[in-house]
């Protein structure tokens, strides 16, 4: 890992997740009735609760509403405080978790795909593109991830974060010798 990531990781203390995208590999499932469908992904689930068990919150901003992802943010024990939906210019919602969290921007990670996510990537201390993000997403960033929204890019996140932390080799050893 490259030390300046390492350096800008190390310091996170709220991660905020864009959906269609990032959680979600961006496809929208609709049936005959206009019933939305999403696939979320389970690794990335549980890297999000490795997270929160490690005293790092997690936030979404989304620019579509829907009750999936309120569904979503409850299963993973997100703080419903944390979690702005239907927001397509996403800085009134950031501006709000400022005030909200009284963490300092370079306390914050913010994960995104498209264009929309670059007004608060540009605020944050360290802003990361999934693999298939936007080009100009992923020139304008400081990672960009391996892995595509949806598949597994939130986890990769999330072990990089926890890595950089000094967090996350002793909390995958607890898995194979159990304290």
């Known amino acids: 890992m490259h030390k300046n990531i390492t350096s800008l990781a190390k310091k996170i203390k709220l991660i905020i997740l864009d959906v269609d995208g990032v959680m979600t590999d961006g496809s929208l499932y609709f049936d005959n009735q ?3 469908f999403k696939a979320f992904n389970s690794k990335d689930g549980h890297g ?3 997270l929160l068990e490690n005293d790092i919150e997690v936030s979404i901003i989304t620019g579509r509403k829907s009750e999936l992802v309120v569904h979503r943010a409850k299963n993973l024990k997100l703080s419903p ?3 702005y939906q239907g927001y397509r210019d996403k800085l009134p919602a950031f501006a709000d978790l400022l005030k909200k969290t009284g963490y300092e921007k370079e306390q914050i990670a913010y994960v995104g ?3 929309i996510d670059l007004p608060i990537m540009s605020q944050v201390g360290f802003s990361i593109a999934v693999g298939d993000a936007n080009w100009f997403v992923k020139k304008h960033c400081d990672w960009v991830c391996e892995l595509n929204g949806g598949k597994g890019a939130v986890r990769e996140v999330c072990e990089l974060i926890l890595s950089a932390q000094g967090k996350l080799d002793s909390l995958y050893h607890d898995y194979i010798i159990p304290a």
Request: hydrophobic share 40%; proline share 0%.
């Open 81 to 83: 405080d944390l979690v």
């Open 34 to 36: 206009g019933q939305e």
């Open 113 to 115: 795909d498209d264009v």
């Open 48 to 50: 999000i609760r490795l």
